[in-house]
């Protein structure tokens, strides 16, 4: 089948999954899939980077994630700063105890505390829009979220197999045009227009467009990030876990960080009644 076909096939198992547990009033069940998607993007980050030559510490880079998100959780992100530097104490003691290969020292604890905010941190905003109160808030907030994203990326790649001509960043990602770019920010806004009739008032037209606007570009940036981190080790995809879409981490790079960017409007931009 061609990718195209399964692309859509997993769509359709993966979605009205996503989006039921986006709805649940328990978060215990989106938690636990961004707690999974964001453990395989972590081993999938630690096998670009073992494909350089580095030795990340995966079972401290795990611990790490697991406890970042337990602070989204339980609502205490402000502990973040000192679990990141407990964490790096113990990659220290790991590495003069254990390390044999001298040269690897640097790298090795880079990629693994690089691993655990890259991935595990910015996707540890989004367990911090659901529990946002009241619940009904960080579902509309999270809605908006993954149309607006997702409708960009469609648009982006029908309409850069129509009419892309001109390359966007050849050297990072040969396939992404400047056609197809304008196309996903199009995209992007449309989305934002209809979730605030449909399903969001309260967030007002003016803040969804230049949400929206802002996380289109932020998303297309983190796009071709995660493509420079996969070109630098030789990799076309971050695993191929998701037929038609590569791995988790293919899919999470444009999420990763504009999540940040939402749960803080959530908290501070949002007018009050």
């Known amino acids: 089948m061609s990718n195209l076909v399964w692309r859509v096939i997993t769509a359709l198992i993966a979605l009205p999954l996503l989006f039921w547990s986006i709805w649940l009033e328990t978060p215990l069940l989106f938690v636990g899939l961004v707690v999974l998607?964001?453990?395989?993007?972590?081993?999938?980050?630690?096998?670009?980077?073992?494909?350089?030559?580095?030795?990340?510490?995966?079972?401290?880079?795990?611990?790490?994630?697991?406890g970042v998100h337990?602070?989204?959780?339980?609502?205490?992100?402000?502990?973040?700063?000192?679990?990141?530097?407990a964490l790096l104490g113990v990659a220290m003691a790991q590495g003069v105890l254990t390390e044999?290969?001298?040269?690897?020292?640097?790298?090795?604890?880079?990629?693994?505390?690089?691993?655990?905010?890259?991935?595990?941190?910015?996707?540890?905003?989004?367990?911090?829009?659901?529990?946002?109160e009241p619940v009904e808030l960080g579902s509309r907030f999270l809605t908006f979220f993954f149309v607006a994203i997702m409708a960009g990326d469609i648009a982006a790649y029908f309409v850069g197999r129509a009419f892309g001509r001109h390359k966007l960043a050849p050297l990072v990602s040969p396939g992404k045009t400047i056609e197809g770019a304008i196309g996903n920010v199009i995209g992007s806004l449309a989305a934002a227009v209809a979730i605030h009739y449909w399903l969001f008032r309260a967030l007002p037209l003016g803040h969804a467009v230049?949400?929206?606007l802002v996380m289109n570009v932020i998303g297309q940036l983190g796009d071709l990030y995660e493509s420079l981190l996969k070109?630098?080790?030789?990799?076309?995809?971050?695993?191929?876990?998701?037929?038609?879409?590569?791995?988790?981490?293919?899919r999470l790079d444009s999420l990763l960080f504009n999540a940040p960017v939402l749960y803080y409007y959530a908290q501070h931009g949002l007018p009050k009644d």
């Open 37 to 66: 998607a964001t453990l395989f993007g972590l081993i999938e980050y630690f096998r670009l980077a073992e494909k350089l030559g580095f030795a990340p510490f995966v079972g401290i880079g795990i611990c790490g994630v697991l």
């Open 70 to 85: 337990a602070l989204f959780y339980l609502r205490a992100i402000e502990l973040i700063p000192a679990l990141l530097g």
């Open 100 to 132: 044999r290969d001298f040269r690897k020292s640097l790298p090795s604890h880079a990629a693994t505390l690089h691993g655990v905010v890259y991935v595990g941190v910015l996707c540890g905003f989004l367990i911090g829009i659901k529990r946002l």
């Open 210 to 212: 230049a949400l929206a």
């Open 231 to 250: 070109r630098g080790a030789g990799a076309k995809d971050a695993a191929a876990i998701l037929p038609g879409h590569g791995g988790l981490l293919d």
